[in-house]
């Protein structure tokens, strides 16, 4: 009998396999333990975090929405869509959301190409201040506007003692023009900081290319640089789109008595008409249309992101 098979040798096997077996079996106790331990920590951000900061109060807006005298139902969403004045405030946000999204994005567009291919002296500097820029609270933009633009602003008042005028010859921030400056001058900067990260990511050897066979700067920018950076310019277009949507501080400030979006009806019927289902049921509404173009934004930003990792 060879010395493979003598009992010392098979005892030995038998430990061996013995001690793989209690090492398989630790291993998957400890990944048992990771995997509870996991499912513990976040059922205790649901129940504690998640739970009373979202969840419940959105729970509770969707319940409000479909709260009538008798049980549930769905009035105060006929009454909400119902109104003539409710279509017109929707109209209204529309319009004003694309007017003021829309310039917002071409402007960012603009300056981070500006910034990119065209730098200046100071260029590094602006690009730090649009960083900053995007932490200010949108209603001091609007004040901001005010002090210089507004009917008593200096920059009215000095217009107004250099050329001799009666009166101001500024009057146009308090409405639709006033809104959308203050807009474009907010949102602009969270379109450049996309921009620029996919104006970074190009191979320049393409764009010289293209100029060595002749494309002059809008051919390059329209058939070279803008089809390899799109995701990132639309990224951030969404976002400038979505914040734009949500907007409220702005509105506040400088919108009229005529010009009611979305955000201020549903803040005048919680406030002022005391009409909570209501003010719900816009809500929700509004929700949804910020969750469709969240929504939206995470697939362009999963896209732009995995062009970035390639």
């Known amino acids: 009998m060879s010395s493979l098979s003598s009992p010392d040798a098979l005892a030995a096997d038998a430990a061996a ?4 077996d209690a090492t398989a079996a630790s291993h998957a106790a400890a990944v048992r333990r990771r995997e509870r331990r996991a499912q513990w920590h976040l059922l205790f951000l649901l129940v504690v975090v998640l ?7 959105l729970v509770r807006l969707l319940l409000l929405s479909l709260t009538e005298a008798h049980g549930f139902g769905l009035h105060a969403y006929a009454t909400f869509f119902g109104n003539p004045d409710a279509r017109g405030v929707i109209g209204t946000t529309l319009w004003i959301l694309f007017l003021s999204a829309g310039l917002a994005s071409l402007l960012g567009v603009a300056l981070a190409s500006i910034l990119f291919f065209k730098p200046f002296p100071g260029a590094r500097l602006v690009t730090r201040f649009l960083e900053l820029f995007v932490a200010f609270p949108s209603f001091l933009v609007a004040f901001t506007l005010i002090f210089l633009y507004g ?3 200096s920059v009215s ?3 107004q003692q250099l050329f001799h005028l009666q009166s101001p010859p500024l009057d146009f921030l308090f409405g639709i023009g006033g809104v959308v400056l203050a807009e474009v001058v907010f949102y602009a900067p969270f379109v450049v900081r996309p921009t620029l990260a996919s104006f970074a990511l190009l191979d320049m050897r393409l764009i010289e290319a293209a100029r060595s066979l002749g494309a002059n700067g809008w051919m390059v920018a329209f058939r070279v640089i803008l089809p390899l950076a799109w995701p990132g310019i639309a990224a951030g277009t969404l976002l400038c789109f979505l914040l734009t949507l949500n907007e409220f501080g702005i509105l506040l400030v400088l919108g009229s008595a005529h010009l009611v979006t979305l955000p201020v009806a549903i803040y005048s019927s ?6 909570l289902p209501t003010a719900a049921a816009g809500a929700v509404v509004m929700l949804a249309m910020s ?3 969240y929504a939206l934004y995470r ?10 990792r390639g």
């Open 51 to 57: 739970g009373p900061i979202v969840i419940y109060p």
């Open 270 to 275: 919680a406030t002022v008409d005391l009409d």
């Open 157 to 159: 008042i000095g217009l």
């Open 151 to 153: 009917s008593q602003g």
């Open 291 to 293: 969750l469709s173009l």
């Open 299 to 308: 697939r362009v930003n999963r896209r732009n992101t995995g062009v970035r």
């Open 17 to 20: 396999q013995a001690r793989r």
